[in-house]
């Protein structure tokens, strides 16, 4: 559900749910910060900042989409419709262990 869509069907607060498991798994793959390209400029994002919620927060709710790499991860994800990321892992290894993450903060993924 987009957050559009939750707000004009009157739907806030379960949007809002998981809008935070979303926020909750992002920032626990942040912790040794991440680079942002979009949106623009290329930059480091410390873990946790408000920055980087602000980017999160508005490509959860379609305002603009992000394209961020988690460094200690090793994932990049780029920001989709319909909470819709697309994850880039660099080995399968990483892959696997965010598919485990995803399926421990109640995420689903497609693989």
Known sequence: MSYS?????????????GERKFLRFYSSL???GVICNR???LRRLEANSG?????????LREIRLMDVYFIGAGLRVLGGYDRT???????????VSFQRRANEFGLFHLS
Not at 51 to 59: A, F, I, P, T
Not at 85 to 95: G, H, M, N, S
């Open 51 to 59: 920055l980087l919620e602000d980017v999160l927060v508005n490509s």
């Open 30 to 32: 942040s912790g040794d």
């Open 85 to 95: 990321d697309l994850v880039i892992a660099e080995c399968r290894e990483k892959l």
């Open 39 to 41: 949106p623009g400029p």
């Open 5 to 17: 869509i939750a707000l004009d069907a009157g739907c806030l607060e379960e949007y809002m749910r």
